[in-house]
């Protein structure tokens, strides 16, 4: 490390370390007035910098992760993950392929399973898909049943990978918690400090 300093500075420096300079340090004068000090390199300086660019670099993934997450998805992709669900559950697809039909499905509530009891007093869902299919979906209670299962295993499949995701993190936490011990041994081994 080289740092200048005119006299002026080198005095207020000597002032601040009470007025002593290791043998290590060693005083070089480049101009009339002005000092160069050349100090010794810590030996650790090599592991601080690695560990400062691996926690650089874990807390620009986290970041971008944390960002892509707050991205909601838009309406188009949405509709294309209920549409899967709502065929795989057996709802009935009713395209609207005539210009009354069109404009008639923008009128209706997008991507929302609704129902309404039909003549004979049975219950049917429904729900508009002005984005990606540009349909109407049809279905009974058991086809609802269905699409309320799948829509309940992906949730469930959402929140495991969520924690799946804590969890890791939380290691490789533990993991840089424990490359930090003194004398290069982890918590627990050693001379039983800890």
Same mark, same amino acid.
């Given at each position: 490390? &080289? %740092? /200048?300093?005119?006299?002026?500075?080198?005095?207020?420096? $000597? !002032?601040?370390? =009470?007025?002593?300079?290791?043998?290590?340090?060693?005083?070089?004068?480049?101009?009339?007035?002005?000092?160069?000090?050349?100090?010794?390199?810590?030996?650790?300086?090599?592991? &601080? %910098? /690695?560990?400062?660019?691996?926690?650089?670099?874990?807390? $620009? !993934?986290?970041? =971008?992760?944390?960002?892509?997450?707050?991205?909601?998805?838009?309406?188009?992709?949405?509709?294309?993950?209920?549409?899967?669900?709502?065929?795989?559950?057996?709802?009935?697809?009713?395209?609207?392929?005539?210009?009354?039909?069109?404009?008639?499905?923008? !009128?209706?509530?997008?991507?929302?399973?609704?129902?309404?009891?039909?003549?004979?007093?049975?219950?049917?869902?429904?729900?508009?898909?002005?984005?990606?299919?540009?349909?109407?979906?049809?279905?009974?209670?058991?086809?609802?049943?269905?699409?309320?299962?799948?829509?309940?295993?992906?949730?469930?499949?959402?929140?495991?990978?969520?924690?799946?995701?804590?969890?890791?993190?939380?290691?490789?936490?533990?993991?840089?918690?424990?490359?930090?011990?003194?004398?290069?041994?982890?918590?627990?081994?050693?001379?039983?400090?800890?």
């Amino acid at each position: 490390m &080289r %740092a /200048r300093h005119t006299s002026q500075n080198f005095q207020v420096t $000597l !002032a601040r370390c =009470g007025g002593r300079i290791s043998r290590e340090v060693r005083a070089e004068a480049d101009a009339p007035g002005e000092f160069v000090f050349t100090l010794p390199r810590n030996p650790n300086s090599k592991v &601080r %910098a /690695r560990w400062l660019r691996f926690s650089g670099v874990a807390l $620009l !993934a986290v970041l =971008g992760s944390a960002c892509a997450s707050l991205n909601p998805p838009t309406p188009e992709q949405k509709a294309e993950k209920i549409d899967g669900m709502l065929a795989a559950a057996g709802f009935k697809e009713l395209p609207a392929d005539t210009p009354a039909k069109q404009q008639s499905l923008k !009128a209706l509530p997008p991507l929302k399973v609704k129902y309404y009891d039909n003549k004979e007093g049975q219950r049917q869902y429904w729900m508009a898909d002005p984005y990606a299919c540009k349909c109407l979906y049809l279905g009974d209670d058991a086809a609802y049943g269905r699409y309320w299962n799948f829509k309940l295993q992906q949730q469930i499949a959402h929140e495991q990978e969520q924690a799946a995701r804590e969890n890791l993190e939380m290691q490789q936490d533990m993991q840089m918690d424990m490359g930090m011990a003194p004398w290069g041994f982890s918590p627990g081994v050693g001379f039983g400090i800890w």
